[in-house]
Structures are given as C-alpha cells and as structure tokens.
C-alpha cells in the first residue's frame, strides 16, 4: 500500500480494512467460513482461481491449526500460554530505545516518520493488513523565532527577569535535537498581557477562586499564576475563564514534583524528582477532537467553523518551571495564602493582586501558532476466522510532546512487542474467532485527537460491531500498584487475564500477577476519566472500555502527575531507573494482550452482567447518600431510579440463568448472546448528550464537571445538582435548574430501563 499521504478517493482509499470489514456477512449466519477480502479490488473477485486459492488456504489453515480454542472454563486456550512465553522484556526495552531517540510531536516530519516504521514493521511481522489514516487537523505549535515568555519588569519598564523557555541538558549531554519543542501549553491563543496585579490561585480549581472572590480578591481582567496537579491542567484555564482572568500562568511546584526540594534532596537523575528547571508542556483544550471539525471527522471536503467558534480556550496561558515561578511568587504581595495552599518552597507564599514593589508588572507573552496539519492513525488487523465484523480494539497513542519514555512510550513500546507476538503466531495458523484492531492513535496529545476524528468517522459501524476497547497510555510510572480502570463488562477478563500472567517479581512470594495485584489493593474502579484514548469510546458510543498502569502507591505519594511529566529529562535512562529490567512493562503487556484474547476467542464473551448490577447499585447508593436528603427537600424521588436497577438485576439473573442452563450453544444461539452482551452498555449514550456538557453523551460513565481526570458515576445527575444547589435569590432560575434535576434523573432511569430491555430473553418483546 503507498504511503497513506495519499487522500482519499471517493470510495477506494477510505479506510481499507474497515470498507473491507462493513461488507463481510457473519459466517455463523451463514453457516458456511467466507473470508474478507483487503480491497475493494479483491473484494468482488469471484473469479474460479481467486476462489479457490482462498478455499485451499482456509482448508490448511483448518487441518494443521495446531491451537485449541477455548472451552470450558478454559479462556485463552493453547495459544494464551504460547503468547505469554513469546513476549520478551528485552524487545520492550529495545522499542523504547528506538521510540525515544527524537521527539515525536503530532503534524511533523518525526511523527510521519514514526508512523510510517510501525506501519512497515508490523505488515513485516505479519498482521493481515496495516494502514496509515490520515486526518487534517489543526494543531498549535509554539513559533521557534518567538518562544513564549513571563517577563518582570520595574517601575521604569526595565526588565528584571525573564523565564526560560527550554530546559538545558545536563553537563555532558548532547544538544537536544531540533524535534523538541520550546515548552508550551497548545491550544493558548497568542496575545500579550501585562498587568501590575498577579494573583496565586492555588491549582486553579473552581473552589480555588470562590474562596478569593469570597475573601475579596477579585480574579477579572488580572493575570492569575496556578501550581501544576490535582485536576487537569485545561480544567484550570476553563476555571480562569469562567472567573474572567485575562491570562494564566501555570508552575510545577516543589510539593508536588520535588518535596525534597528545599531540604537538599537530589532530584533526576538521581532520583525521579522533578529538576527545578523542568517544565511541563501539555494541551488546555477540554473538549476532545479537532475543534474545526466538531462531531465531524477531519477528512477531505470537511466544513470547518470559524475560529471564532471553535471550542477553545480564549486567554493566553503559558508554562514555566519552579525555579522561575520561585521569582513571580516572591516578588508579590497581598495577604498570605492559607496554610493548605502553600507549596514546597521556602518562601512567604502570597495571593496578591499587588506586586511587593510599587509600579513593577508581570508581561505574559504567547506566541503560539495555530496551523492544520496532517497526522496519521496506524490501524493493524488481524482478521477473525468466524465473526470477523466483531472488533476488539488494543489502543495506545504515539504522539509525545518531548522524549516521551513514559508518556506514551513505555506503552507504545509494549504494543509494539504484542503486534510482533500475535502476526509471529498469526504466521504459524492461529486465526481468532473475532478481528482484533491495533490502534496507534495520532495527536492524543492534543486532545485524543487521531481516535475521536476515527470514531467520528466509523460512528455507526462502531456502534454495532465494536466488542470492547482495551487502552494502555503508560505502562510504568512506578513500580508499586497496578491500577485498573474499567467499565463492568470487562471486570471478569481482568481478573481471569491476571491469573495468567507470571507476577513481574516472583521472588516476592507471588506466582501470579493476579496474586501480586490482590496484595496491593485488588480493585478495579470505574474511574476512568478523560485522561487517555479510551474516553471517546465509553463516552461518545458506550464500548465497554479499560485502562491500566503501574503507578506509585496512594498512601506513599499523592500525586496527581509524575514528577518528569512532559518535560524534556523524560527520556530514555528516566525509565531504565524505574523499570530497570523492563519485567513491570512484561508483565502489563501479558495482561493486556491476554484481555484481548480472552475477549476474541471464545464462543460466549466472558462478560459477567452481574458485574453491572453492582455497579448500578453502587451509583444508587451513592446518589443516596449525597443528594437524596435535599432532592427530597426539591420534591425529587430517586424511587423510580431504585425501581429501575431492581428490575434490571432480576432481567440480568434470569439471563444468567438462562445461560448456564445451555448445554451446548449453537453459533447463532452464541450470537445472540454475545449481542446482548456487547451493546449493553451502549444503552448508556443517550444522543442528547449531558445537559451542560452535550458532546459526551454517556448518561452513567463520565468524568467530573471540574475535573475531566476525574471520573464519575451518573455525571448529568451531579453537574444539575452541582448547578441547583449553587443557586440562590434567583426563583424563577432556581426552579430552572432543579426542573434539570428532574429530567436529568430521569434520563438516567431511561437508560437503564433500555439496558433492561437489552437483557431481556429475544424470545420476549
């Protein structure tokens, strides 16, 4: 295939495999094996020869398959132990090598260049198809003759001080390469302010600036400096936003990425603390996909709405290292701040708005440009046998603002290793019962951009074919609890999976990684946030979705971000000290990839639906405990909500039931179950989307109003409650917003009663 520069045509080039896929015809419904073909050029072959040279390949294949599928209360079959045993830290480690030897951010000659090697290397190892999909987007780049800056200057306009816009390399270290970017937050607009008043506002959150405006320090038309953590950075310059600040400036404070800081601690590379010259880079924008496109893949002949228009931050913002915040914040004045909103360095830390010397100003200047650019998805398959129209995704992003050893390339680098594994085996004979997608998905950095322009594109195929999405980001912050993130469906294959996988230090006493994990803390949480490419597929269509890492310990560290995040001293050697020997990375990777084959394998999905019982009843309780008090106050009932989860877990027993009274379960039986089982959780998306946030549209997963990190059960349910009980000396608007309490509850009923419906017996209507 050329190189996938070349546009789309007006049908041919449009996506090969999944134009290939969308006219496949289910063999179980056909009773009869019909593979799929890769082009449209093949595709309506019927020629004798091209038959019959497909009918003696499925012949062999067949006759010297040497796997056993699964059976029983077997999952992965012959072939999950031959997968485990294949994978090696050493090729895990040998891709990071390669993925960090430049800079790969999306829309450059280095980011084509990487696609295009994923692209020949795994067509070289031997998955069925792999193509590169392009999509035009607009990306914001900082203007390397101007690199954005913080300026101080004195009552005469003298300059004081000026912020660096680069981190050095250490002594001995060569020049970074021209691939790394100036630091810089995308997606700020250009501008330059400058102001005689800066006000510290903590991490920017929303209470953050209540409680300055509540003390008399109003935030409109100054310039506000913020510490990095707790909540997504976007979320921050959305908060200055709705409290009409007219730039802001973003740190990384000592507490949070360096608290040995000021007692003489040693920071990278002995360590894996942050050097105070470090600045962490990152996108602002909290709506997801390209913003001219919204709703709209970003392809060919695509409307675009104005600038004007676009969903994105409208004040300049900019980012600097601690060492520098340290001379903004000690030159301010005003009260000083609370004692929980001081950071880690030695100095009086102060809410201003004056500065501590009469006339100085604090200059802002961003000169960022915004430009559209093409970025390119690498999309793998390996076709399935019997239900090739029946996708399971492995997902990870490839774009990376600097060297990116952790973020994403610890993952990317174990993705690369699983695509060796399944098209070695692949090779062999061994064909999955369904299709699995290798997705490196481009420009997530930006705003996932590469998977939303995708499930954009492929939205009413997805819909009714995507099985689940499995997503790595990271695969090692640190090395001391695993964190697992996953909607209900997919709770039973992690567990299963993890039973599988060799523990990553078996001297410790734990056989399993199952065993290891059960240690730790042996949950898995719903709390999947807006923090990798996983979101738009639970958010905009419901496919059951999972994301997981090797993190530190919550009771150890509390962090928010790690300490090297997106700044240039996260290279290579940073992860060789987390994971020196790569058995971390291993381990994840065996996990991840035994999910998937657990998932394409079976005759029945292993999918417990008594997984999404508990977690119907754990978001019942939950909106019990906080709000059910006052709602009762607002003459609200959560009765029909009640009544709603009761009927949904006694139509779910009795599917359960059913299903393990089967004996043996025809392919067209096994059909139906597993569609039942699959677009459960679909019945989540209400098309109307939430109320104030309409582009996500899962009334039960999402992620918190002021914190797209944060995820959150029923979020149309708390950001009308958040917008209720806010309201005060305003009737006729208060009765308002308590009237979208009502519905919003009531559009939650709604789709669990659908899910019900879902679940029912097909004999039934």
């Known amino acids: 295939m050329d190189k996938a520069i070349k546009k789309r045509n007006s049908f041919g080039n449009y996506g090969r495999i999944f134009v290939s896929l969308v006219i496949g015809i289910s063999p179980l419904l056909l009773g009869t ?6 082009g ?6 019927t020629s004798s020869a091209y038959r019959k040279e497909k009918s003696i390949a499925q012949h062999e294949t067949t006759a010297k398959d040497p796997w056993i599928k699964p059976s029983g209360e077997d999952l992965f079959g012959s072939v999950g132990p031959e997968i485990i ?4 830290a050493k090729n895990i480690e040998e891709n990071l090598r390669y993925l960090t030897s430049n800079g790969h951010m999306a829309g450059t000659a280095q980011d084509l260049e990487q696609a295009e090697h994923m692209q020949s290397l795994w067509n070289q190892q031997g998955l069925d198809e792999v193509f590169l999909q392009p999509y035009d987007v607009q990306l914001s780049f900082p203007d390397g003759r101007k690199p954005n800056k913080i300026y101080l200057l004195d009552e005469e306009g003298a300059l004081k001080f000026t912020s660096a816009f680069m981190e050095e390399p250490f002594e001995g270290e060569e020049p970074y390469p021209e691939s790394i970017p100036a630091a810089f937050l995308a997606h700020a607009p250009s501008g330059t302010i400058t102001r005689k008043e800066l006000v510290y506002v903590n991490y920017g959150a929303f209470e953050d600036y209540e409680y300055l405006e509540k003390i008399g320090i109003s935030i409109k038309d100054r310039l506000v400096i913020a510490r990095f953590g707790k909540i997504f950075r976007g979320d921050k310059i959305q908060n200055a936003e709705r409290f009409n600040a007219a730039g802001v400036i973003l740190y990384t404070d000592p507490s949070d990425y360096h608290p040995e800081f000021e007692s003489g601690g040693l920071a990278y590379p002995h360590s894996f603390w942050l050097p105070s010259k470090g600045i962490q880079r990152g996108s602002i924008s909290w709506v997801d996909g390209d913003p001219t496109t919204p709703l709209y893949p970003a392809i060919a002949g695509a409307y675009r709405v104005p600038e004007n228009m676009t969903n994105t931050p409208r004040i ?41 010397r009469e006339g100085w100003q604090v200059k802002l200047e961003v000169n960022n440009i915004k430009q559209i650019k093409t970025t390119h998805n690498v999309i793998g398959l390996i076709r399935g046998s019997e239900e090739p129209d029946r996708y399971v995704f492995l997902g990870n992003h490839r774009d990376s603002w600097v060297f990116g050893s952790v973020d994403p390339y610890s993952a990317t680098a174990v993705q690369m290793e699983i695509a060796r594994v399944l098209g070695n085996i692949h090779k062999r004979g061994w064909r999955p019962r369904r299709s699995i997608i290798i997705g490196s998905w481009a420009a997530a950095e930006y705003g996932f951009y590469g998977i939303n322009e995708f499930m954009e594109e492929y939205f009413k195929l997805l819909e009714s074919r995507a099985i689940a999405n499995i997503n790595m980001d990271i695969a090692v912050i640190y090395s001391s609890n695993l964190i697992l993130s996953a909607t209900p469906l997919l709770h039973n294959i992690i567990k299963e999976a993890a039973k599988l996988v060799p523990s990553p230090e078996e001297s410790q006493g734990h056989s399993t990684l199952y065993d290891l994990w059960k240690k730790q803390n042996g949950s898995i949480d719903y709390n999947l946030g807006s923090i990798s490419d996983h979101a738009p597929f639970y958010q905009r269509l419901g496919i059951p979705s999972a994301y997981m890492v090797w993190s530190v310990n919550p009771e150890e560290y509390n962090w928010s971000d790690y300490p090297l995040y997106h700044t240039t001293y996260e290279n290579f050697e940073a992860m060789k000290y987390l994971d020196p020997e790569f058995h971390y990375h291993l381990a994840i990777g065996r996990l991840w990839v035994m999910m998937a084959l657990g998932l394409v394998d079976n005759k029945v999905l292993p999918m417990n639906p008594h997984d999404e019982v508990v977690m119907q009843q754990v978001l019942l309780k939950s909106l019990e405990e906080k709000y059910e008090k006052v709602m009762e106050k607002n003459g609200i009932t959560l009765k029909h909500l009640e009544d709603a989860v009761k009927r949904f877990a006694e139509v779910t027993e009795l599917f359960v039931q059913n299903m393990e009274s089967l004996d043996q379960i025809s392919p067209l039986t096994a059909r139906q179950l597993n569609d039942q089982l699959m677009q459960l959780e679909k019945c989540y998306i209400d098309a109307e989307g939430l109320k104030q946030r309409p582009h996500m549209k899962n009334v039960v997963f999402g992620t918190d109003n002021f914190n797209q990190y944060g995820g959150i059960l029923a979020p149309g349910i708390h ?10 000396n305003n009737t006729t608007e208060c009765h308002k917003q308590w009237e979208d309490v009502k519905q919003q509850l009531s559009v939650l009923v709604y789709v669990i009663n659908s899910a019900t419906l879902m679940m029912k017996d097909v004999n039934t209507f």
């Open 40 to 45: 449209l050029d093949q595709m309506f072959d």
């Open 85 to 88: 045993q294949q994978m090696s």
């Open 33 to 38: 094996v019909m593979d799929l073909s890769f």
């Open 719 to 728: 950001d009308a409650m958040w917008s209720a009980s806010s309201c005060v």
């Open 316 to 356: 300049p913002a900019h980012c600097i290292s601690y060492i520098d915040a340290r001379k903004l914040l000690t030159n301010m004045g005003g009260p000083d701040a609370p004692e929980h909103w001081k950071g880690g360095m030695h100095i009086t830390y102060r809410l201003g708005p004056r500065l501590a």
